[in-house]
């Protein structure tokens, strides 16, 4: 009932910064996006698990995991039914695969982001920090 696409993905250096963006629609024509109340940005490296990052409420309510606080910054556009992920990279290199995702239709964000929660799920997109 949710599509979402991300796009932004890419090389970064480390230290360096990057904006993430996912594009949100409902799948059934003229269903209103205003019904998507809680977003979020998970991220999966290779091997590992896919882990929350950070999730937004329809009115701006933010959680964060504790190892992206300070770095990372969630925000959302509902008018223009974006959501985006401003990073600042680590030092550490590597590639992982960053994906946005909604919760059910009328439910909002809890303090957990938890990715059994989150029901549609975008594709993803690759961000590599490489020097």
């Known amino acids: 009932q949710v599509d979402l696409v991300e796009s932004g993905g890419g090389s970064v250096q480390p230290g360096g910064s990057l904006r993430l963006f996912c594009e949100y629609s409902?799948?059934?024509?003229?269903?209103?996006?205003?019904?998507?109340?809680?977003l979020g940005w998970f991220r999966q490296a290779p091997g590992k698990e896919r882990e929350g990052v950070a999730s937004?409420?329809?009115?701006?309510?933010?959680n964060y995991a504790d190892s992206v606080k300070g770095r990372f910054t969630i925000s959302r556009d509902n008018a223009k039914n974006r959501l985006y992920l401003q990073m600042s990279s680590r030092v550490l290199e590597g590639t992982t695969m960053y994906y946005c995702?909604?919760?059910?239709?009328?439910?909002?964000?809890?303090?957990?982001?938890?990715?059994?929660?989150?029901?549609?799920w975008g594709q993803g997109t690759q961000v590599t920090i490489s020097s």
């Open positions: 995702a909604a919760r059910p239709l009328w439910t909002p964000c809890t303090t957990a982001i938890e990715r059994t929660s989150f029901t549609y």
């Open positions: 409902r799948s059934l024509y003229g269903a209103s996006t205003s019904d998507i109340y809680c």
């Open positions: 937004i409420g329809r009115a701006g309510t933010i």
